[in-house]
C-alpha cells in the first residue's frame, strides 16, 4: 500500500518569514495529494490539493508543488502569520486504490512574533 | 449545513466497556470514514464505507466495528474497550466519483480508556 513521509515534525518561523514543508510517497498511481491544516481541538480541515496532471497550485499565500518523477510534493506558505501556527498533514491517494488517502506524520508549525 | 458532526465530544471508558461513537453528515455524501489519530503517527483509517450497506476495512480494524445503515449515519463500535484504543477519533465524508473528491473531517472525539 502507500506509504507517506513527511518532514519536518517540527518547524519554528518568525512572522513574515516562508514555511515549507515537504512530503514523499510510495505508490507511483497516486494522482490526488490534499493539504489538510488542524487547528488545537479542531478535526483537520483542507486548506489547498493538487492532482497529477499539474506541477504547481497556488492560492493567495499558499502553494503546493508536485515532482512525479521524484515522487515528492511540498507545501509553502509565505508571508506566514500567527494564525498559520497548527498541524499539517499531507495525504495521497490514488483512483485504483478506492481513493483511500494515507496521511504523513504531520508538522507542527509555529510562526513567532 | 452542518457539515460532519460527532457525539460525545470526550468519553472516558474502564477497559472492557463498550460504546459507540456516532457521526452523522448531511452532505449526501456516499463515502464516510473513520480515523484515530495518535501522536507522531498521523491519521490512520479504521473503517470506511462507499454507501449504505456496504462497509470495509482500512489500515486498522481490530476491536471495532461498523455499520452503514442510512446514508447519513455512520457509527464506530467499540466492543469491549482496550487502553489501546486511547486516541482521538475522527469521522470523514466525501463524494465518491472517478476523481478524488474533497474530504470533510468532523470535530473528533477524545476518548480514554482507563
Known amino acids: 500500500g502507500e506509504n507517506v513521509e513527511q518532514h519536518p515534525s517540527t518547524l519554528s518561523v518568525q512572522e513574515g518569514d516562508s514555511a515549507v514543508i515537504k512530503c514523499t510517497y510510495s505508490?507511483?498511481?497516486?494522482?490526488?495529494f490534499p493539504w489538510y491544516k488542524q487547528e488545537l481541538g479542531k478535526g483537520p480541515q483542507l486548506i489547498i490539493d493538487?492532482?497529477?496532471?499539474?506541477g504547481e497550485k497556488k492560492d493567495q499565500r499558499i502553494a503546493v508543488t508536485l515532482n512525479k518523477t521524484a515522487k515528492h510534493f511540498s507545501l509553502h506558505i509565505t508571508e506566514t502569520q500567527p494564525e498559520d501556527s497548527a498541524v499539517y498533514f499531507c495525504?495521497?491517494?490514488?483512483?485504483?486504490?478506492?481513493?483511500?488517502?494515507?496521511f504523513g506524520t504531520g508538522t507542527q508549525l509555529k510562526v513567532e512574533l | 449545513n452542518a457539515g460532519v458532526t460527532q457525539t460525545p465530544k470526550f468519553q472516558v471508558l474502564k477497559t472492557g466497556q463498550s460504546m459507540t461513537l456516532q457521526c452523522a453528515q448531511d452532505?449526501?455524501?456516499?463515502?464516510m470514514s473513520w480515523y484515530r489519530q495518535d501522536p507522531g503517527m498521523g491519521l490512520r483509517l479504521i473503517h470506511y464505507?462507499?454507501?449504505?450497506?456496504?462497509?470495509d476495512q482500512g489500515e486498522v480494524p481490530n476491536g471495532y466495528n461498523v455499520s452503514r445503515s442510512t446514508t447519513e449515519d455512520f457509527p464506530l463500535r467499540l466492543l469491549s474497550a482496550a487502553p489501546s484504543q486511547t486516541s482521538v477519533y475522527f469521522c470523514?465524508?466525501?463524494?465518491?466519483?472517478?476523481?478524488?473528491?474533497?474530504?470533510?473531517f468532523g470535530p473528533g472525539t477524545r476518548l480514554l480508556v482507563l
Open positions: 470523514a465524508s466525501r463524494r465518491t466519483g472517478n476523481i478524488p473528491e474533497t474530504q470533510y
Open positions: 505508490d507511483s498511481a497516486s494522482n490526488y
Open positions: 493538487i492532482r497529477s496532471n499539474v
Open positions: 495525504a495521497a491517494s490514488s483512483t485504483g486504490g478506492g481513493n483511500k488517502l494515507t
Open positions: 452532505m449526501n455524501h456516499e463515502y
Open positions: 464505507s462507499v454507501g449504505a450497506g456496504i462497509t
